[in-house]
């Protein structure tokens, strides 16, 4: 299949800013619904960007008339982060290939910075239009489907090309290294975040009374897209074993995906309605962080997840699986506790010590927001990427 014909306009070479310009990023996504993780870095990262000297745009390739777009501006405006929206009819729509290259020459676009699959395959094409320098965040490959190993195959392809790929855990980096990345273009710069925006600002019975939860009764909470490699599915389980042990919890899960129907009828058929809680998507996840006893983080895969990062800043204490960049960001029995994935004994068993255990609630509580301040804070993950960004560019990006 040949490229659409493109009209001509002027090209910037990459990194040539006169004076009074400031090199430009763009980030590029392709996303349903209301999207997930990655958002919170992307929309975060212009503001950050610019003491260093970058101007930034999002541009969100989304499926025609889908509402979820809706809620990413809004999450996008409140983060002061200009968002495009270039509609996507699937991996043969050639006219967003056009939209992408009329976006990057209309805004003389420096450095195309991926975030999926999709986008990092577009920058190959679109920089025979525009010549730029190209980047990408690995963010994770936790789909377990026949397609999706296929789209994760072509990304590994496509991030051989790229001049930086910076991934967010250990393992991703040693998944790029494999995939014969090169290890002289690959950095690790994990997730991180705003700690001035993510604190606590009220106790967890207020925040309970707030949003209509029983104070006098522990509050488990999760977040995150309803999918199977979350594996709410085993924490519903683990739940229903510490009632029936007799401990009063009650757990609330919020997102929204394509598991919810069978989680819906997993709840019913045991008989929880009362106890367990589908929120679907909310906006105000930091009030709902804040009324939590317990973060509970059940994945089967991830990268390295934002929602404990969110949890444990807003000190709420966590217990998470052990995979990926997860034990390098919560060491066992000193920032939070750890299980198997998979294992539901030891889901229930560690949701148990915690339950009955209100001073190791505290304690674990305190020392999660002192992990996350002093080495995931947002702006030192920026100070880092604005590196990356100097170094595709020769050094243009300082003020």
């Known amino acids: 299949m040949t490229l659409p014909s493109l009209e001509q306009a002027p090209v910037a070479p990459p990194g040539d800013t006169a004076p009074a310009r400031r090199p430009m990023v763009l980030h590029t996504r392709v996303v349903t ?3 997930g993780g990655p958002e919170k870095t992307i929309f975060n990262s212009p503001r950050f960007l610019v003491p260093y000297g970058y101007d930034s745009i999002c541009a969100y390739m989304h499926p025609p008339d889908d509402p979820g777009f809706e809620m990413l501006k809004q999450k996008a405006a409140e983060a002061d982060a ?3 929206g270039i509609e996507d009819r699937g991996p043969l729509d050639w006219r967003t290939v056009r939209h992408m290259v009329r976006l990057c020459r209309r805004h003389c ?3 195309w910075h991926g975030h999926d699959y999709k986008s990092n395959v577009l920058g190959l094409i679109v920089r025979r239009f525009q010549p730029m320098r190209l980047v990408s965040t690995v963010h994770g490959w936790n789909l377990r489907t026949s397609r999706a190993s296929l789209y994760y195959w072509i990304d590994r392809m496509a991030l051989r090309h790229y001049d930086r790929v910076v991934c967010v855990s250990d393992d991703l980096h040693e998944c790029c290294l494999a995939a014969k990345v090169s290890a002289q273009r690959c950095r690790v710069i994990e997730n991180a975040i705003d700690t001035e ?3 606590r600002r009220m106790s967890t019975d207020e925040a309970k009374r707030r949003l209509d939860f029983e104070p006098n009764r522990l509050l488990i909470g999760a977040v995150g897209r309803l999918s199977a490699e979350k594996n709410f599915a085993g924490l519903i ?3 229903e074993r510490l009632l029936r042990k007799g401990l009063d ?3 609330m899960i919020v997102g929204d995906g394509d598991q919810r129907g069978p989680l819906e009828g997993l709840i ?4 929880l309605g009362d106890r367990v809680r589908l929120l679907g998507f909310r906006s105000d996840t930091i009030d709902l962080y804040q009324a939590m006893d317990i973060y509970a983080l059940s994945s089967l895969s991830e990268g390295l997840p934002n929602v404990l990062l969110e949890a444990m800043a807003l000190e709420v204490p966590v217990l998470a699986t052990r995979i990926a960049g997860v034990p390098k960001l919560v060491r066992h029995q000193t920032d939070g506790l750890l299980v198997e994935p998979g294992d539901v004994d030891a889901l229930t068993a560690g949701l148990q010590s ?4 209100e001073g190791l609630r505290t304690q674990l509580a305190a020392a999660g927001r002192r992990r996350i301040e002093q080495s995931y804070s947002f702006a030192a993950r920026m100070a880092a990427m604005r590196a990356v960004y100097d170094e595709v560019l020769g050094g243009k990006g300082s003020p």
């Open 237 to 239: 389980e683990a739940v």
């Open 354 to 357: 915690l339950a009955v255990d």
């Open 197 to 199: 925006q993510y604190a």
């Open 268 to 271: 019913a058929q045991r008989g």
């Open 249 to 251: 919890v009650q757990l």
């Open 109 to 111: 676009v420096d450095i």
């Open 82 to 84: 200009p968002l495009v």
């Open 33 to 35: 619904e209301t999207g």
